[in-house]
């Protein structure tokens, strides 16, 4: 029997806010230890506060309350018996036990409701032991007796029952000592973990011990074949490294846990040892690399000469390492530069197809190059031609950045088609890349499936299959994991094999009671070499009227998902990995009437979709703090995935006949990419849509591309096993601000990779806060941090987790993150994050940080080529005749890496939320209207409430990713935050690319010639004038708006009539017009693009 005051595993801030509800005084209840595995928390509640003491248990399972100094200890068989005790007064606890608060009820009967339809069709299910002799007739007998322990099951203790079970089952062909063990266990142990289960307990431990002793044998064989299977998969190894020994395996005890391990590991060697062999065979150890070439890629793109844009020819050769500009596609080569030339490549942060290159020429000087491209898809992948450059060529043994694929699909227990090979491309709808792209492979593939019908190795196949037709590679996988219909496989170049290590899959089961797997979690995570990652694929509860179901799905994944360093056991999987990827059909819908479904149709029919946006549920609750807390999602700019008719993307099936009536699902963003990194760390998403041509399930797959950065494996420069005593990381005048009403004494812990082992603080001092919160205050007493590296190569990519715990229970009570890239080194710099545990916000957390390193210089990156620029930093070398200035000031922030930890101020709590980040100026919207458009009328271009909408800011310290804060920002740039802050969390419509051929308001060419008009203050409230009948100007107005450096050149030629045409032609735009393309985008027939062949 289950107490009403024994809650189980309910978090610490629930248990706090069902004893506030009561108030009062000797309320009380119990619920599951989050620090110690099998005990308890007692929760007492008196004069406001929450008084929390733990039950421990010990080796007899006895139970004992922890007592303070002077309380005779005194031991309990049973739960029931200690409460019992403690309702009597004096006995030691702040006050006697009087009012147990009651479990809340849960929505059950929706919950069943929903699941119904799903058991009409369950997965197939391994077949029952029955004896294979037994015929009809002795089936029937066995019948009778089965029924009437069922109907009758209360003569018949749970212990008797299995027995019987047992006993009747064919068990011929087991051994001796296995029978033996499974009879002890049911005739005396079943009971005990019986009550373990009632109490909350996570775990069996005495049907642990029966799973270690029948699996003795079977751990034994598998550890003796391993290796031997490891020297054959080495022998075929695309990377062969004489030098590299198989690591010694250590010995451990037969535990469920280790014997998955290395059945996972046996299965994963058998699959893949043909494959290495057969990739071996036929090519030799270099063949994939040699498969791997990408051909030369041309980019049509205009230049400025004289102040006339001129069309020019762009081409990159990865191979080669050489940036050729020619005058013409077919002409002869004008320059060329090599990858050591190519210094830096700047985007315009205002004019989404501006690029800049910043190259070295033959004297060692700097030369900067402007060029417009055909639209901003073309200039990223540009972008991403020639990072595939610098890094193919780079002299560091290891890489800086790596891409990775996200990819989710609810494949509707139906089999794919033929061809997939358009989702691993990112082709379809939103932001897609560029086909100059098409023949970069990313680093590392991540697939995410719900309601999958086919087995493992079949899917695995077919990913393997349609990866290598697209990249001409083979990829090895890292792990692939199930959980009923829900799979998750991770597939890896070959050339990663020995930087990816650590390995760890899991699941959660989220389904009826948190027992069915047909709804939960599956998740993978990894080391690539300094760098954590981590992967979930979800499928939560469906039906629009679910969404807090939802939210507790979420919860129950978050708390109980066990993923990454087992070390790091205070923190969730949020803080547990420098980068996290939360994917999957979340099932959240449109918070909209069944009434509007045809007005929703035709909303996507018009690509309204942030109108739309404004009902969705996921990020109404995201803005809400509800789930999701600190997470980031790239701007949807594509049609809602769910629910179609199948084999057709044109008609969305929202009606569904059911016995209980009408269904309705309104068509829904069900499927989803999140992602969450440490502070001042490298991520960019490079693509985010869904495909068009994939249509056998009833959901759309969804694809997210992204540009991850990542550290190597650093070496001390003093040799191993010393520490080194250069470096140190210091804290002072810190406090935390906590929501809670316990009553307890609260110390820090910091944890983190640079560190040898986790460093404990003394007690703070608590002070009530001005708005009933908790303030506890660290003197300048905190213990000094010492790196076991102090290079400030390795140092300044590091980060330090901090826990704040309560001395009582040593539970913790909210969990942050600091970024130690912090550019005043040996002096104090002010730090903020924000306190959160099990997915709520606790609080936030603020001081200074001194930190010391060694002598060094930190080097550039690789991510670190691409920067963004505004406009007005390139002065008069922008292309003025080709795109206007932006004439509202902006922030000037080239990466997440760069200048974000400057002129930051202390945020709000929704502040957290809703500021953007700075990749979105790097990846802006996809696509274009045409080749080279004519620009958007000026209330487009330079109004302040369209580029406020449209280009967030820079982040503070109240972004998802709280950082290391510095100075107070300057007066204006705070007023842009302030006003960026009110707006909704939805993504909204950006800057569409476009190129100017002339001016709107009459600006001069670089040589100072007057296009149009007359001189005007640029206002942004100015009605734009009319770019028609340009006026001659004369000299002196020339010299008046021209360069003074400039007045003595002579005025150039006047315009010819074909170049005045250009500059005004009109192209189609479809912003401009009701008649919109039926997926995405119009394209033109021939594309500025072209390919050659490798020579």
């Known amino acids: 029997m289950v107490h009403c005051w024994n809650h189980g595993n309910i978090t610490r801030s629930k248990a706090e806010e069902l004893l506030s509800k009561t108030g009062k005084d000797g309320s009380f209840l119990v619920r599951a230890s989050e620090s110690i595995p099998r005990a308890y928390a007692l929760c ?48 030691g606890l702040v006050t006697h036990l009087q009012y147990p608060v009651p479990i809340e009820e849960e929505e059950a009967g929706d919950e069943l409701e929903e699941e119904t339809e799903f058991f009409l069709s369950p ?48 068990t011929s062909g087991l051994p001796e000592e296995h029978l033996k063990a499974i009879q002890d266990y049911l005739s005396t142990q079943v009971s005990l973990d019986t009550d373990f289960v009632k109490t909350g307990a996570n775990n069996l431990p005495h049907f642990k011990k029966l799973i270690m002793v029948l699996c003795k044998e079977l751990y034994s064989e598998v550890t003796r074949t391993l290796p031997t299977l490891e020297a054959l998969q080495r022998l075929f190894d695309q990377q062969l490294s004489p030098g590299i020994r198989s690591r010694p395996q250590a010995c451990a005890e037969a535990s469920p846990v280790n014997i998955m391990a290395k059945l996972g590991q046996l299965t994963s060697l058998l699959s893949s040892l043909e494959d290495k062999g057969k ?49 013409s596609k077919d002409g002869p080569e004008d320059k060329f530069y ?84 358009s989702w691993f491309l990112s082709k379809g709808q939103g932001k897609t890349r560029d086909d100059s792209a098409d023949y970069i492979p990313h680093d590392i593939y991540v697939i995410g499936t719900q309601e999958d019908p086919l087995g493992e190795k079949e899917w695995l196949e077919i990913l393997k299959h349609s990866l290598q037709e697209i990249t001409d590679i083979t990829f090895k996988m890292v792990a692939i994991h199930t959980l009923w219909n829900i799979r998750i496989v991770v597939l890896a170049k070959l050339e990663h094999e020995n930087r990816i290590s650590h390995i760890c899959t899991n699941n959660v089961k989220t389904g009826i009671a948190n027992t069915l797997g047909n709804k939960g979690a599956v998740g993978v995570s990894f080391m690539f070499n300094g760098t954590s990652l981590g992967f979930v694929n979800s499928h939560l509860t469906s039906g629009s009227e679910k969404k807090l179901r939802r939210n507790q799905n ?63 549920q996921l990020l109404t609750e995201r803005k809400e703090q509800k789930v999701f807390l600190h997470f980031e999602e790239e701007e949807i700019t594509f049609a809602p995935t769910y629910r179609f008719e199948r084999l057709t993307r044109e008609k969305y099936a929202y009606t569904k006949q059911k016995a209980t009536g009408m269904k309705y699902n309104l068509p829904s963003w069900c499927d989803r990419v999140l992602w969450k990194s440490y502070p ?21 797959p969804v694809f997210a591309t992204f540009e991850v950065g990542v550290t190597s494996q650093f070496v001390s420069k003093n040799g191993p096993g010393n520490v080194d005593s250069q470096g140190q990381i210091e804290f002072l005048n810190c406090y935390a601000t906590l929501k809670t009403k316990s009553q307890t004494k609260f110390y820090l812990e910091f944890h983190s990779s640079c560190l040898e082992s986790f460093v404990k603080s003394q007690e703070g001092e608590n002070e009530e806060g001005t708005e009933g919160e908790l303030v506890v205050k660290f003197a300048d007493d905190l213990p000094k941090l010492t790196p076991i590296i102090s290079d400030p190569e390795y140092l300044l990519d590091q980060h330090i987790l901090i826990s704040i715990k309560s001395s009582d229970s040593d539970e913790s009570y909210g969990e942050g993150c600091i970024a130690l890239r912090s550019e005043a080194i040996e002096s104090l710099v002010p730090i903020y994050t924000a306190l959160t545990h099990h997915g709520e916000m606790m609080g936030h957390f603020r001081g200074e940080i001194k930190l010391q390193t060694s002598q060094g210089k930190k080097r550039e990156r690789l991510y670190d080529f691409v920067k963004i620029e505004r406009d007005e930093a390139s002065g008069q070398k922008s292309l003025k005749s080709l795109i206007s200035h932006d004439p509202i000031k902006q922030w000037e922030c080239s990466s997440r890496l760069t200048d974000l930890g400057k002129n930051m101020a202390e945020p709000s709590p929704m502040d957290e939320q809703l500021l953007a980040k700075p990749e979105m100026f790097e990846n802006p919207l996809y696509g274009a209207v045409s ?116 007045t003595s050149r002579p005025p150039l030629p006047a315009k010819s009539p074909a170049v005045l045409h250009l500059q005004h032609s009109k192209a189609r735009d479809y912003r401009e017009s009701s008649e919109l393309p039926h997926h995405g985008k119009h394209w033109p027939e021939e594309g500025p693009t072209s390919r050659t062949s490798m020579q």
Request: charged share 25%.
């Open 44 to 91: 007492v509640l008196y004069r406001t506060c929450v008084y929390t003491y733990r039950i421990l248990p010990n080796e007899e399972d006895k139970f004992t309350v922890q007592a303070s100094e002077g309380v005779p200890v005194r031991f309990f068989t049973s739960l029931d018996q200690l409460i019992e005790f403690y309702k009597k007064e004096n006995m």
């Open 123 to 170: 997965p197939e299910l391994p077949p029952r032991n029955l004896p294979l002799s037994s015929g009809a007739s002795e089936a029937k007998e066995v019948l009778p007796p089965d029924n009437s322990r069922v109907m009758e099951p209360s003569k018949l203790s749970l212990s008797e029952t299995l027995l019987q079970r047992f006993q009747g089952m064919d």
């Open 279 to 327: 990739a071996f065979l036929g090519g030799g150890p270099e063949s994939t690399h040699r498969r791997s070439l990408i051909p030369p890629v041309t980019f049509e793109v205009k230049s400025e000469s004289l102040g006339i844009p001129q069309k020019m020819q762009l081409k990159v050769d990865v191979e080669s390492g050489k940036l050729i500009i020619k005058k």
């Open 338 to 421: 090599s990858h050591k030339k190519i210094l830096q490549l700047i985007k315009s942060q205002k004019f989404h197809n501006k690029l800049v290159i910043v190259v070295e020429t033959e004297k060692e000087k700097t030369l900067r190059k402007e060029y417009v491209f055909a639209d901003s898809k073309k200039r990223e992948g540009f972008c991403q031609l020639l990072q595939q450059m610098k890094n193919k060529h780079s002299e560091q043994p290891e890489p800086d950045m790596i891409t990775i694929f996200i990819g989710t699909w609810n494949m509707g227990d139906a089999p794919p088609p033929k061809k997939i090979t």
């Open 554 to 616: 979420y919860m129950s994944i978050l708390r109980f998902l066990a993923l990454g360093d087992k070390k790091l056991s205070p923190f969730n999987i949020t803080h547990r990995f420098t980068h996290l990827f939360w994917l999957g059909d979340l099932n959240y819908r449109l918070e909209l009437p069944p009434s509007e479904a045809e007005n929703i149709i035709q909303k996507i029919k018009q690509q309204q979709y942030p109108e739309l946006l404004l009902h969705d």
């Open 680 to 700: 001042l760390v490298h991520v960019v998403c490079q693509s985010y849509g869904c495909t068009s041509d994939i249509m056998t399930s009833d959901h759309s």
């Open 931 to 1046: 080749v080279f458009p004519k620009p958007a009328p000026r209330k487009e271009q330079e109004s302040p409430q369209t580029l406020r909408k449209d280009r967030p800011g820079c982040p503070d310290p109240g972004t998802p990713s709280p950082a290391v804060i510095f100075t107070k920002p300057p007066e204006g740039e705070g007023k842009l935050a302030s006003r960026q802050t009110s707006a909704p969390l939805l993504p909204v419509p950006r800057m569409r690319s476009f190129t100017c051929s002339s001016s709107t308001e009459g600006r001069t060419t670089l040589s100072g010639e007057k296009t149009q008009g007359k001189p005007k203050p640029s206002t942004p409230s100015e009605n734009p004038v009319p770019a028609k009948r340009p006026v001659k100007p004369v000299r002196s107005e020339m010299s008046q708006q021209g360069n003074p450096a400039q």
